[in-house]
């Protein structure tokens, strides 16, 4: 999947300025500020909020980046995300791909625990619906976006 026109962040106010900031749990694709190509999946993440805000964004990727892709749920998209929910760290200014959303997530969990097998997984996982994000990883690709505008989503 190539990156659409227009990137969408989902959450409790209008975020004008992105930040990169540390939590308390890793996520697929390690820290950063995340975003989706999919308004309508920006507008889910934006409805566990008590004022569900989305935040719209254009981009332009400098060539200089480091950029992971990944075009579908893989192999290595899956040793990735386990490298990353493990806490490790890596490389990349940013990462695009399929999210392990949460049910996707409890079978990664499960493998990570040895519960599911890698073969397991892959036969659980591709029934679920297509997710995507964008992980912008450092400041220098939080530089290549561009606030549009905000709306509030409703309820």
């Not at 949460?102 to 036969?123: C, H, K, P, S």
Request: aromatic fraction near 14%; hydrophobic fraction near 40%.
């Amino acid at each position: 999947m190539s990156l659409p026109g227009k990137i969408y962040h989902g959450g409790f106010c209008a975020i004008e300025r992105p930040e990169i900031r540390h939590s308390d749990f890793a996520k697929d694709f390690g820290v950063g500020f995340y975003c989706t190509g999919l308004q309508e999946q920006a507008e889910r993440w934006a409805k566990r909020y008590a004022s569900p805000i989305v935040s719209v964004y254009g981009y332009a990727l400098a060539n200089a980046l480091n950029v992971l892709a990944f075009d579908a749920m893989t192999e290595e998209w899956l040793d990735f995300i386990v490298s990353c929910r493990s806490g490790t760290p890596h490389r990349y200014d940013v990462v695009r791909g399929a999210m392990a959303n949460d049910q996707i997530w409890n079978y990664v969990a499960d493998y990570m625990t040895g519960i599911l097998t890698r073969e397991q997984f892959w036969v659980l996982a591709k029934f679920k619906r297509s997710t995507h994000q964008i992980a912008f990883c450092s400041q220098q690709a939080l530089e290549s976006l561009n606030f549009l505008e905000n709306y509030e989503v409703l309820k």
